[in-house]
């Protein structure tokens, strides 16, 4: 049990943040008399929304999809986008019936795992001829995989009527549960998705977007222990021992064909997982948001904050992801609209280095996630070569979920 204390920590963590957000964002104004404090409007600009949350979840998981086979086999996976892909269109080509044997109704539960056996069938295809390389040379074969499956999505006319921008989900409601059991079900989607007030009299109400935080966060914390279970298997010892050296693992007996093939093709399950749970929230998929190189690559650079060969990580590198999406936003609650609401007159039009102040924070903050993100990755790299959760592993001589316990035990003596 103490083994799992700080997957409980972290688990409990997510689950009471939407009503704390909820509570530190709607604090009333206050009149010190010298002026208006809104602690509320603060948070509303510092914390995360529990959108953005919903698109850690669908990063993170995709991300630790990577990390799977990337982090712990030492094989990365640069058209990993590919089976993140399969998955999201797998829920809406089958929401809208359009995959033979398939009827339109069919469960979202069922056709998730459909979009996941599809992933592993075409990882084992890639990787029947990706597997004769290594390093560079595998990455970019797998690359290349992707992108032949990308301009194939994005030029198919059967997806859609403009397959550039790609399907809509045009099914029921997808929901996430017991398959054919509505009171074990809850519908995903922000608009579309189930809402409950009241909630066991308790005067709670919660809402759609709500729901399917937890439903969607439910499956991830699933996958999540499924791919940890996998890794401290035989299994997995065979993955880390072909990281740490493959000729050796090789040269004890070890066919290491297979075992790459193996945890590449389960890597491609949970990536197809990922977009699954993407596709059903947001009611749609197309080219550029799941088959694009560039999705591999934001899972590359979370995995990289978080640490790569951690599995955790990722999921901490993608909330520090999605935070800085959030606060450099553009939109109501960023930073930006924040200082331009709160900040005086006065100061807004203070001329610095040629420019207003106001100018300043339209052209350093108003949505410049990108820039910043990249700085950061860049600085981890330099500095921080292990990650987030790596470089605490380091610390504390050991994964956290074992050295704890231990330490907090140090504290109360």
């Known amino acids: 049990m103490h083994d799992h204390l700080a997957h409980a920590l972290v688990i409990g963590f997510f689950i009471v943040y939407p009503p704390l957000y909820s509570v530190l964002t709607g604090l009333p104004a206050l009149d010190i008399g010298v002026g208006i404090v809104d602690p509320g409007a603060f948070f509303n600009a510092f914390l995360p929304a529990t959108t953005f949350l919903i698109g850690m979840l669908f990063l993170g998981l995709f991300a630790m999809s990577f990390d799977f086979i990337s982090g712990y086999t030492g094989y990365l996976s640069f058209g990993h986008a590919a089976f993140y892909g399969i998955g999201a269109y797998t829920i809406v080509l089958a929401a809208n019936g359009q995959i033979p044997g398939i009827p339109g109704g069919t469960p979202f539960m069922l056709t998730m795992v459909l979009g996941g056996i599809i992933a592993i069938i075409t990882a084992l295809a890639i990787g029947a001829v990706s597997f004769r390389l290594t390093g560079v040379y595998f990455a970019m074969l797998t690359l290349g995989f992707a992108q032949v499956l990308y301009e194939l999505i994005r ?8 397959p550039l921008e790609g399907p809509n989900h045009a099914g029921p409601t ?13 519908g995903l989607g922000r608009l579309s998705g189930d809402s409950f007030t009241n909630v066991l009299g308790t ?6 977007t709500l729901t399917s935080y937890y439903a969607i966060g439910l499956i991830v914390v699933i996958c999540y222990f499924a791919m940890q279970r996998i890794i401290h298997s035989p299994f997995g010892r065979v993955m880390i021992a072909i990281r740490e050296n493959e000729e050796r693992a090789e040269a004890v007996g070890y066919n290491v064909f297979w075992y790459k093939m193996g945890a590449f093709a389960m890597s491609a399950f949970f990536a197809a997982i990922a977009g699954a749970l993407f596709a059903a929230y947001t009611g749609s998929a197309s080219p550029d948001s799941t088959f694009y190189f560039l999705v591999t690559a934001d899972a590359l650079i979370v995995t990289i904050i978080g640490g790569i060969g951690t599995l955790a990580g990722p999921l901490f590198g993608s909330f520090l992801f999605e935070w ?16 331009r609401e709160t900040l005086p007159e006065g100061l807004l039009s203070v001329d610095v280095v040629g420019l207003t102040f106001l100018e300043l924070i339209n052209t350093l ?4 996630a990108p820039l910043y993100l990249g700085i950061v990755f860049v600085l981890f790299v330099l ?7 790596g470089s605490v592993r380091d610390r504390l001589g050991g994964t956290v979920a074992k ?3 231990a330490h907090l035990e140090r504290y109360r003596r």
């Open 155 to 162: 030029n198919w006319g059967y997806v859609g009527s403009n």
């Open 174 to 186: 997808p929901e996430i549960g017991v398959p054919f059991v509505d009171s074990l079900s809850v």
């Open 203 to 208: 005067g709670l109400d919660i809402s759609a």
């Open 324 to 339: 800085l999406e959030d606060i450099l936003s553009s939109q109501q609650g960023g930073l930006a609209p924040y200082l």
């Open 365 to 368: 903050i108003d949505g410049r």
């Open 383 to 389: 500095f921080v070569p292990n990650g987030l959760l």
């Open 403 to 405: 050295c704890l316990p």
